[in-house]
C-alpha cells in the first residue's frame, strides 16, 4: 500500500531536549510538508520542500529544523528553541510542481508531549 | 495574504437532518479548494477538492461548490449519519502547485447524534 507513515504515534520528551519526528512516502512524491495542529488554531505550516536537498521556512519556522536527503523522507526536529513545542505534528506529501494544482495527503500524525 | 474562515464548532444534528457548514476564503488569485476530514486522533483525509470557479466537487454524499463572486466553499450532505461525526477542515491552496502548503481554516467539530 502506498502511503505516508509517521513515527512514533505519541512521544513526550523532556523540556530543553531536541526530538526528531519521522515522515516517510512511498507515493514517489517530490513535495513534503511539516504541519502543526494546536486545538482551536487549525493547521500551521513550519517547513516544506518541493524537492530533495531543497527546503523552505513556512509560516512558524521558529524552532524546528528539517532535512531532505532523500525524495521519501523529510524529518523534522523540535529544538529545544522551540517555546511551545507540545502539539500534534502532521506530515503531507503532494506530487509537486508549479503548475499542477496539487493535493496533499496526509499522515497520521505524531503528538507529542513535552513535560 | 491569504485566509481562510469557517464556522466554529461544536455543531451537533441528528441522524438524518441535513448539514451545512460554511466556508469563505481570502485569496489574491485564483485558488485551489478543499474539504478535509479528521477523526479522533488521526491525520487529514481528503474529502473533495475544487480547482475552479463552478466547479462541484463530491465524495460519500458530501457536496461543496466553488462559488468565486461569494469567495465561497460550503460543505453540504442531505442526510448525516453518526459516522460522520469528526472535525471538518476547509482549506486553500493559491499557487497551482501547492509547494507553498495549505492555508486551513481552524476546522468545524461536528456531532451527530443517534
Known amino acids: 500500500d502506498g502511503g505516508i507513515t509517521q513515527s512514533p504515534k505519541y512521544l513526550f520528551r523532556k523540556e530543553g531536549q531536541n526530538v526528531t519526528l519521522s515522515c516517510e512516502q512511498n507515493l514517489n512524491h517530490d513535495a513534503m510538508y511539516w504541519y502543526r495542529q494546536d486545538p482551536g488554531q487549525g493547521l500551521r505550516l513550519i517547513y516544506y520542500s518541493q524537492i530533495v536537498n531543497d527546503f523552505q521556512k513556512g509560516d512558524i519556522a521558529e524552532g524546528y529544523s528539517v532535512s531532505r536527503e532523500k525524495k521519501e523522507s523529510f524529518p523534522l526536529t523540535v529544538t529545544s528553541a522551540q517555546k511551545n513545542p507540545t502539539a500534534f505534528y502532521l506530515c503531507?506529501?503532494?506530487?509537486?510542481?508549479?503548475?499542477?494544482?496539487?493535493?496533499?495527503?496526509f499522515g497520521p500524525g505524531t503528538r507529542l508531549t513535552v513535560l | 495574504g491569504n485566509s481562510v474562515t469557517q464556522m466554529e464548532g461544536p455543531v451537533t444534528l441528528s441522524e438524518e437532518a441535513f448539514l451545512t457548514i460554511n466556508c469563505t476564503y481570502t485569496a489574491t488569485g485564483y485558488p485551489s479548494l478543499f474539504w478535509y476530514v479528521q477523526y479522533p486522533g488521526e491525520g487529514l483525509q481528503l474529502l473533495l477538492k475544487a480547482t475552479k470557479a463552478d466547479d462541484k466537487g463530491s465524495n460519500k454524499g458530501f457536496e461543496a461548490t466553488y462559488r468565486k463572486e461569494t469567495t465561497s466553499f460550503h460543505l453540504e450532505k442531505g442526510s448525516v449519519q453518526v459516522s460522520d461525526s469528526a472535525v471538518y477542515l476547509c482549506a486553500l491552496s493559491e499557487k497551482g502547485g501547492g509547494a507553498d502548503g495549505l492555508t486551513f481554516g481552524k476546522g468545524t467539530h461536528l456531532i451527530i447524534q443517534p
Open positions: 503531507a506529501s503532494s506530487v509537486g510542481g508549479a503548475l499542477s494544482t496539487d493535493t496533499q495527503y
